[in-house]
């Protein structure tokens, strides 16, 4: 498997690809996928270099993209790669997108690392290794921030009304509430101590690889878990953030 130093030189590198590439956004032709999810040329260019960068740093591997699809292998072992989480604000000269890859072992974020090229950010850790930031050694302040804000996602798989309500139950206790359009970096963050914690049902796998083991490794709750054929649920935040409302249900089931 991947050591974390060569996983940060291939993000760090990523990173500075979709820079560039980004340079002339008003020029990217723009596809919609399905409903609110686009995709571009930028995305398309990106996963072919993290695939190509991993190949020639392991060999012949077991990938999924978001993009070129793929898949981990039968015991649930392999990559798990986002090129441009956040598209849309990408597109838009928005700051909130970000780039992750993460290396799950029988189902499990044991490895992972994101970029936030625009704050020029850099984060990664190993299971049982701590945070890192920017290719170094991070101490983490065990908790959120001050001023308590939670942020929530929301896709095609769970109706508005529920992610709204979602809302409400967390305004009631006094936290306010963000909607970024981007896991990646709203976990990120999280991570980081700047928001309080993250909720999305529905998400892609690609959405959380990388992520979850960065905010274990902060010191973060971290809940997450197939919900559907091809959909994940996260639910990662600060000790003393209580639930808003009852765990999503699959299928009349709790995760």
């Not at 930028?42 to 072919?48: G, H, K, T």
């Not at 060999?59 to 898949?71: C, R, W």
Request: net charge negative; with cysteine; glycine share 12%.
């Amino acid at each position: 498997m991947l050591d974390v130093i060569t996983l940060e030189r291939i993000l760090a590198e990523a990173a500075q690809e979709a820079l560039r590439l980004g340079e002339d956004r008003a020029a990217l032709a723009v596809d919609e996928k399905s409903a609110g999810q686009f995709v571009t040329q930028v995305d398309l260019s990106m996963e072919a270099h993290l695939r190509r960068a991993l190949r020639d740093a392991l060999g012949d591997l077991h990938i999924i993209g978001e993009e070129e699809g793929g898949a981990l292998d039968a015991q649930g072992s392999g990559w798990a790669i986002d090129p441009i989480d956040g598209t849309s604000n990408f597109v838009c000269g928005l700051p909130m997108w970000a780039i992750s890859v993460g290396y799950l072992h029988r189902g499990r974020s044991v490895l992972g690392a994101v970029a936030l090229p625009e704050l020029g950010v850099l984060m990664s850790a190993a299971e049982g290794q701590g945070l890192r930031v920017n290719q170094a050694a991070h101490e983490s302040t065990g908790q959120g921030p001050t001023v308590q804000t939670m942020a929530l996602g929301e896709n095609n798989f769970e109706a508005g009304p529920v992610t709204d309500a979602r809302a409400e139950g967390f305004r009631a206790q006094g936290l306010s509430v963000v909607r970024y359009r981007c896991a990646v970096f709203s976990l990120a963050s999280a991570a980081l101590g700047r928001l309080s914690g993250y909720i999305e049902n529905g998400c892609g796998l690609w959405d959380i690889a990388g992520a979850e083991v960065i905010c274990h490794e902060a010191g973060m709750r971290v809940t997450s878990g197939q919900i559907a054929p091809g959909r994940y649920g996260i639910d990662a935040r600060w000790p003393g953030i209580a639930d808003a409302l009852p765990a999503h249900q699959a299928d009349g089931q709790p995760v």
